[in-house]
């Protein structure tokens, strides 16, 4: 989803859900303090599986790594630099493996690389508290992806995508009743299903009670 908003400086549509971060070291060092004040050191690093190959589990199971596995490596080692622990990984298929693969059958991700992650320039555990907008939003995003009865509790909100497949009758109507159902919780709202989109597409234009103006692209 991306979603946009209005510059107040120039007025024009801004995107907001997008920013470039540079993610993490690889390998990653952690410092781990214990109680009676020892220091050790873990250093995690990630893999990829450039082909499949077959590995064991630390209980002597057979474990086929596929081509693209993530795998990690942690070792920990104590303040003298001495290896406590070497263990790997296959994180795809959540499995300790028993043996360190072999360096022609991995390749190590690059880190520091730049991602379109958001951040929205928060520290780890701080709150912001945002426009109750925001979350009714985000409550309507996921209602356009949801199945009619596909909620045990709320059967009457969703798309009946699968019946829109079967009959190749766009749903329209269900879409008119959920604008219906999430009016009265915007200053307005409008929902437009995409032409011609080669999966269902809709464009939702909300004004928030507190003159927020949102444009956002809803693909299911």
């Known amino acids: 989803?991306?979603?946009?908003?209005?510059?107040?400086?120039?007025?024009?549509?801004?995107?907001?859900?997008?920013?470039?971060?540079?993610?993490?070291?690889?390998?990653?060092?952690?410092?781990?303090?214990?109680?009676?004040?020892?220091?050790?050191?873990?250093?995690?690093?990630?893999?990829?599986?450039?082909?499949?190959?077959?590995?064991?589990?630390?209980?002597?199971?057979?474990?086929?790594?596929?081509?693209?596995?993530?795998?990690?490596n942690d070792q920990i080692f104590d303040a003298n630099n001495n290896l406590l622990s070497n263990i790997w990984t296959d994180i795809t298929q959540n499995v300790t493996l028993a043996v360190a693969p072999l360096l022609t059958n991995i390749a190590q991700q690059i880190g520091g690389s730049q991602s379109f992650f958001n951040t929205w320039g928060l520290s780890q555990g701080e709150t912001v508290i945002v426009d109750v907008g925001y979350i009714w939003l985000a409550t309507l995003v996921q209602t356009l992806r949801l199945t009619t009865g596909e909620s045990p509790f709320y059967g009457n909100y969703g798309i009946p995508g699968q019946e829109s497949v079967m009959t190749q009758v766009a749903p329209d109507v269900a879409l008119n009743q959920t604008q219906a159902q999430y009016a009265p919780y915007f200053a307005s709202l409008t929902i437009i299903r995409q032409q011609n989109a080669t999966q269902p597409t809709y464009n939702v234009y909300a004004t928030f009670k507190n003159g927020v103006k949102i444009q956002t692209v809803v693909a299911t």
């Not at 109680?35 to 893999?47: D, E, H, M, Q, R």
């Open 1 to 72: 989803m991306r979603t946009y908003g209005k510059d107040s400086a120039t007025g024009e549509w801004t995107l907001l859900t997008e920013a470039i971060v540079t993610g993490p070291s690889n390998p990653l060092t952690t410092t781990i303090n214990s109680v009676s004040g020892a220091k050790s050191f873990i250093t995690s690093t990630l893999y990829t599986a450039i082909t499949a190959f077959t590995d064991t589990t630390p209980n002597g199971g057979v474990v086929n790594v596929a081509q693209n596995d993530v795998l990690i």
